[in-house]
């Protein structure tokens, strides 16, 4: 029985003992796993970390090409000549700028110069410096447009102007009796704006109203210089003869104050401007 005992207990202990470094070992194994997980984390914590610091990188990069692009494409101040069409920009070149040309040349650089497939207008354009000037003159040879007159006199004045506050306006000249101010009154906040509101100052208001409309018709015009004082005039069409346009220049210069203008210019539709010198004519 004692030996019996005896071997049991030894093999209680073996078994222990076995168990124990059973234990160890798992205890090990376990220890192992997690310090083998920490650094696992560890590393992808440092990976993640690199990445980051990568694309920070990258996107600093392209920031800055994207700011040096933009720099090096922003677009440079142009000219309001270099603005123009190749066209404009060509004719533009075979007038100096600085030359005041007379008025034979400038005619003849005109036709030059003029790039358009349809007969544009000649325009004349100065600077008054008088303020709120008009006057009315007679071109020779008209001004090259045609004119819708309307007379306001006699019994159809009151059904004229009910059409005008229907919005119906079909004319552009107005010319009145003085009894006929009186009712246009009525629409003068329609006709002032668009500068057809007849007056005295502008030769139309009359006590013939019919032979005021023939001598407008035959060429007669309003000139008159804006708030600024810029004053624009139509003298004819390009495909006219030199001579009939400088006629009509000359007589628009002499409606002018001479020692009121500013510098003198011509130029056509679309086209570019030729600057003049005040002819002896004129000036006198």
Known sequence: MVKKSSVNEEKDVIKKNLLEVEGKKTEKSKDSSETKSVEEKQEKQEKQEKQRVKET?????TLSEKISQRTVQKP???????????KYRFSAKLIERKRSYEIDEALELLKKTNYVKFDPTVEFHTKVLLEGFRTTVILPHGSGKEKRIAIFAGP??????????????????AIATPEA?????????????????????SGTVSENPEETAKEFQKGKIEVRADK?????????????????LKENLLALLSALPQNKLGRLWLTTTMGPSIRIAKPEKAAK
């Open 156 to 173: 159809l004045v009151k059904e004229k102007i009910a059409e005008i506050e229907r919005g119906k306006i079909d004319f552009d000249i």
């Open 76 to 86: 440079r101040f142009t000219t309001r000549l270099e603005r123009r069409s190749k």
């Open 57 to 61: 990188a990258l996107r600093k990069q």
């Open 228 to 244: 600024g004082g810029a004053l624009h005039q139509a003298i004819g069409k390009l495909s006219w003869p030199s001579e009939k």
């Open 181 to 201: 101010m009186r009712e246009l009154a009525r629409v003068a906040k329609i006709l002032g704006p668009r500068g057809l509101m007849p007056s005295p100052k």
